[in-house]
T-cell receptor
Framework: DQQVKQNSPSLSVQEGRISILNCDYTNSMFDYFLWYKKYPAEGPTFLISISSIKDKNEDGRFTVFLNKSAKHLSLHIVPSQPGDSAVYFCAASARETSGSRLTFGEGTQLTVNP | DAGITQSPRHKVTETGTPVTLRCHQTENHRYMYWYRQDPGHGLRLIHYSYGVKDTDKGEVSDGYSVSRSKTEDFLLTLESATSSQTSVYFC???????????????FGDGTRLSIL
C-alpha cells in the first residue's frame, strides 16, 4: 500500500525553464511534507518542507505547493539548472506516529538539459 | 555535512550468511533510521531508534533486526541474508522528529549490499 506516490518516474526539461515535480498521498493523517534531492552514490539531502497549515512555501528557486483537498503537492524549480539533475523524493509524516517516521514516494528522476 | 558514516560502503555475500551494517554518527542526535532503496519503491523504512535501546519497526522490517547500545551507533543485522535483501541501505539521523521545521533527517551515503 503506497501511501505516497510519485507517478512520474522521470522528467526532462530545458535549462532555464520550470520543472514541476508532483506527489500524491492517500493518508489523510499526513500533515507535514518534505522534498529531498539525491545524486548518484550519495545519500538524499533535504530540500524544502511544508506544514499542512500552509499551502505554499518558497526557498530561492524552489517552491512547494500543497493542495490538501486533492491530497497533492508539487515542487516547482525556477529556473532549472543542469546541477538540479537528480532524483527527487517527496516524503510525509503524521503526528499520530509522533512524527518520528517519514513515508517516502518512489522518486522522480529530473534531467535538466543545457 | 552531518557526521554520519556507514560501513561497509559495499558488500557482496552469499545467501544464508549473516550480515551486519553499521551506522555511526558524531552529532549526538537522538533519532536514527535504517532505510532501503529499491527501484520503483523509493526509500522504505526498515527500523528506527528514538534513543539508546529504544527501537521500533518500520514498514519492511521482516528479516532484519537492529541494536542501539550507545547514542552514536545503530546496527542493522540480516540474520540469514536472502537475495531479496539485495539493495542500497541508507542510515539517517535527526535531532528531533523530522517534522519540525528546519530539523530534517540527514542521510549517510549508503551501503550497497549484494546477496548472491
Amino acid at each position: 500500500d503506497q501511501q505516497v506516490k510519485q507517478n512520474s518516474p522521470s522528467l526532462s526539461v530545458q535549462e532555464g525553464r520550470i520543472s514541476i515535480l508532483n506527489c500524491d498521498y492517500t493518508n489523510s493523517m499526513f500533515d507535514y511534507f518534505l522534498w529531498y534531492k539525491k545524486y548518484p552514490a550519495e545519500g538524499p539531502t533535504f530540500l524544502i518542507s511544508i506544514s499542512s497549515i500552509k499551502d505554499k512555501n518558497e526557498d530561492g528557486r524552489f517552491t512547494v505547493f500543497l493542495n490538501k483537498s486533492a491530497k497533492h503537492l508539487s515542487l516547482h524549480i525556477v529556473p532549472s539548472q543542469p546541477g538540479d539533475s537528480a532524483v527527487y523524493f517527496c516524503a510525509a509524516s503524521a503526528r499520530e506516529t509522533s512524527g518520528s517516521r517519514l513515508t517516502f514516494g518512489e522518486g522522480t528522476q529530473l534531467t535538466v538539459n543545457p | 555535512d552531518a557526521g554520519i558514516t556507514q560501513s561497509p560502503r559495499h558488500k557482496v555475500t552469499e545467501t544464508g550468511t549473516p550480515v551486519t551494517l553499521r551506522c555511526h554518527q558524531t552529532e549526538n542526535h537522538r533519532y536514527m533510521y535504517w532505510y532501503r532503496q529499491d527501484p520503483g519503491h523509493g526509500l522504505r523504512l526498515i527500523h528506527y531508534s528514538y534513543g539508546v535501546k529504544d527501537t521500533d519497526k518500520g514498514e519492511v522490517s521482516d528479516g532484519y533486526s537492529v541494536s542501539r547500545s550507545k547514542t552514536e551507533d545503530f546496527l542493522l543485522t540480516l540474520e540469514s541474508a536472502t537475495s531479496s535483501q539485495t539493495s542500497v541501505y541508507f542510515c539517517a539521523i535527526s535531532e528531533v522528529p523530522p517534522r519540525e521545521p528546519g530539523q530534517p533527517q540527514h542521510f549517510g551515503d549508503g551501503t550497497r549490499l549484494s546477496i548472491l
